[in-house]
């Protein structure tokens, strides 16, 4: 089977009474499917069609109306394909494989496009050793980002900003 689509990601609004939401993507397992109600993981009541090239979470009741219902792909990064030598070429499980790991570049290119980053033309930014403790800024022309402790001075491009 092929990759089609390239969606990771869908996000409904609930509105009391409907408990079936869809979604267009390939999926290979049903705890890949990670589901959101108002932000918060959900573990129970809902439940995911079978694995393959769309599904839909059926949640036990209703979600309330108002609420803000995710659902996303997070394939695992796992690799269950195991050669032997001389054994016949098996295409579909190659391609199986093949499948599995566009899926995880797929996931994982979604969540780089959910992060804060800096032009691709900027140098790397150092790691925050505490982001707990540091609030960052940024604006349309600036050239760096730079943290600093709440409350403090925000370096940004060369200008200063007070963080609050």
């Keep these: 089977m092929?990759?089609?689509?390239t969606a990771t990601r869908i996000a409904y609004t609930g509105n009391g009474v409907t408990t079936a939401f869809?979604?267009?993507?390939?999926?290979?397992?049903?705890?890949?499917i990670k589901v959101y109600v108002n932000d918060v993981l959900q573990s129970t009541g809902y439940s995911v069609s079978a694995p393959g090239s769309s599904g839909?979470?059926?949640?036990?009741?209703?979600?309330?109306?108002?609420?803000?219902?995710?659902?996303r792909r997070e394939t695992a990064l796992t690799q269950n394909i195991d050669?032997?030598?001389n054994d016949a070429f098996a295409a579909d499980v190659t391609e199986g494989?093949?499948?599995r790991a566009m899926l995880a570049a797929q996931d994982n290119a979604a969540a780089i496009g959910r992060s804060l980053r800096v032009a691709d033309h900027l140098?790397?930014?150092?790691p925050i050793a505490d982001?707990?403790?540091?609030?960052?800024?940024?604006?349309?022309s600036i050239t760096s980002v730079t943290g600093a402790a709440q409350n403090g001075a925000v370096t940004v491009g060369g200008a200063d900003a007070t963080g609050t």
């Design 83 to 85: 050669y032997v030598a």
């Design 2 to 5: 092929t990759v089609s689509s």
């Design 56 to 71: 839909t979470v059926t949640f036990s009741s209703a979600p309330a109306n108002g609420a803000k219902i995710v659902i």
């Design 123 to 126: 140098p790397a930014i150092a």
């Design 97 to 99: 494989g093949f499948d």
């Design 22 to 32: 869809a979604f267009s993507w390939r999926f290979l397992a049903t705890s890949e």
């Design 131 to 140: 982001p707990d403790a540091v609030v960052l800024a940024w604006a349309d």
